[in-house]
Structure formats: structure tokens, C-alpha cells
């Protein structure tokens, strides 16, 4: 029901989106889309193509007035780099970097030029993400769903993070945020944020490059997204794989997923209890009963059975190293089949603070995705109906 299209290279004229579904009557301003294109280009650790984009989104199409009309939404993002690149002879570039796209994708396409690999697998592409994403999140508010995000760990460095499992209130998770979001690098515990700078600053000078982990949750989400019904119904499994298509993210757990693995199922399962006062309700999907049920822990990251159970929804993602750096890594001139060493490209050290926001928008858009599905409706006005019944 709904989707998205992207299309646009790194150092083409724009990044453009289409979206499908998005219901009628919901309020878009390309200020709020704006704001975090803003926060995606933020971090510590970034290069020197920051300094050229300024993101700014503008919308061709599927608002009027101010709102959605039910029409695809058509959004692009001009590249200011393009003035610099658009008269250049865009010389092959024959070397594939290791980690990168671009000796899978020159052997995919039986290609020597790497440069048509590489301008659609840079991660330019999540600038147009981000404002989708931005989309996406104006639906969740309407339905008291916000999805934020923190940075946990930068080139090993790990920030003290309080444990959130035994999770009743959302006042922690809400703290967090508030803390990334002062935060240059995203990261709650500024302590580590120090350390993760210096390090990053050390990786610079040394020519290399840095990867991390990044935390993208959602609260106020309702329970009964998602199914257990279908291997492509599941939320965890959607939500995984909607995180996993970030460019160089290579690992996504639900909750403490591996950590629980290790430990016995009744220290891991999150009890439910029937409160005596003051419960937090459960709204139920199609009768409209109440049930009054406590989880006194979210070691569940918010799903069960592929379905969301009303606790905080938490996504973690690791991201490895960017695989340009200014060392050279040995590899092979495609053109004459020689060893070569890598050429630097430019590029950044660390982009995990960029990738927590784009995280953010994936997140945003899987939940958007499930929610439209359970709620239903063509228009923002009967989606909220269907949902209050
Ligand atoms: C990227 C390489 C760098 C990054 C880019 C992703 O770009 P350039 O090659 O132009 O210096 O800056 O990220 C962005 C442009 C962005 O907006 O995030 C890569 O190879 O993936």
C-alpha cells in the first residue's frame, strides 16, 4: 500500500523520491523535512562534501495546500556538488575499493569502470530517505508514534548506556534522546562522545576509517503491527530489513537480541502482570477491549511473534567501517588486470551519527508502512476514525 521509489546519483544534478500511499489530508512542510535532512548532515567524523550540501527538499508534487492529496508525493534534493562536476570528464576509475559496491557491482555488470557502481551505492542516496523518512514520521505523530535514535559505540569506543530493559516509563528513553540530540555524534554519554572524537581525529590522521553502533527506537507505537501469520508480515523481520538496506550497515538486532541468546529463557522473557493500580493499557486490534497487563521489562525490544506488543520498539545496527580510506587496501586494476593499490576518493572517517538519523527514517517508514496496513483508510481523517474505534 505504500512505497517508495529513489533515483538520483551521488554526484548527479539531484536525489529524487516518489512516494505511493500516503494518505490524504496529513500536513507536510518542507521545514520539517528540512530539519532532519539538517540532523542526517550533522557528525563529527564527516567529510569534506558536507561543507558543499546544504540538503533543502523541495515538493513537485501530491501536496496542496499544505497537505497530502492522496497523490504520489514527488520530493527532490538539488546536489550542490554537481556545479563542480558536471563539466568534468568523470574519469574511469578501475581500482574497486574493498567493502565498497564496487567488485560486486563491476562484476554483476561485466563493467572496468567502477564510477556507475559507486555514484548509485554512495550513501548520497539516504538524503532522499531521510525526507521520505520525514514523511513518514508526520503520519506516526497523528498516532502518537515517535521514533528517535542515539549513538552507542564509535571505532569500539562504548558509551555508558543505562540498561532499558527493565523499562516501565518512557522517561529514560525520552532522556537519551534529549542528550543525543546535543550531542554531535549523537551519543548520550559525552564522556565516551569525547573519547569516540579523539579517536576519530587519531583515524583521520592515520588515513583510515571508523564503524559503529547505532540504536533507532520507536515509542507509542500500538500494539498488533505486523503479523506472525507470514515470514514477510513479521515487523522485526521488516523493520530489519528496512535497516539493514543502509548503505554499510551490516548487522540489526531486535532488543538485547544477541546478548539474550546467551542467557536462560527465564531470564529473558519479559513477564506480564496484572497490575494492581494505574496499568498502562493495552489496546487490543479488533474488539477494542482493554487489557490491563504490565510488562515490567522490554528485553523483547517491543515485538513477539513478529508483532509489536506496545513496549518501546528498539532496533540496534551496526555499521562497518567506511571502505574508502586514504590508506591504500591491495586490489586489482580491472582495466589491466594488475595489482593496484585503492586511490583515495574523498570520503569520511565515521558516518554512524549520519546513519543513526537515516536509521531513524527507515524505522519511521517500516512503521508507517504497518500501521497504514492494520488501520487502514485513503485519508488521514479516516485512518484516525478507524484507529480511535
Ligand atoms: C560517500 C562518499 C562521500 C560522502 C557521501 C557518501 O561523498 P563524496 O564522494 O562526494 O565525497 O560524503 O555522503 C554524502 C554525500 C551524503 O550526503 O551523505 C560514499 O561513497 O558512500
Redesign the pocket.
Known sequence: MLRFLTAGE??GPCLTAIVEGMPAGLAISEEAINRELGR??KGYG?????KI?Q?RVEILGGVMHGRTSGAPLALRIENR?WANWKERDWPPLTVPRPG?ADLAGALKFGLTDVRPI?ER????E??VRVAVGAVAKALLAEFGVRVGSYVVEIGGIEAAIPDLSGLQDLSGLRELAARAEASDLYCPDEQAAEAMRRRIDEVRQAGDSLGGVFVVFAEGAPAGLGSHAHWDRRLDARLAAAVMSI?AVKGVEIGPAFENARRLGTQVHDEIIRPDRSPRPVRSGGSGATFMVLRPTNRAGGIEGGISNGQPIIVRAAMKPIP?TVTPLRSVDLASGEPAATQY????VC?VP?ASIVGEAMVAWALAEALLEKVGGDSLAEMLAHFLL
Not at 564527516?46 to 558536507?50: N, P, S, T, V
Open positions: 551521488s554526484h542526517r548532515q564527516r567529510g569534506e562534501r558536507m550540501e540538503d556538488d565498497h559507486l551505492a554512495s550513501a548520497r539516504t538524503a548503505p574508502t576518493q574523498r570520503s569520511d558516518a549520519a
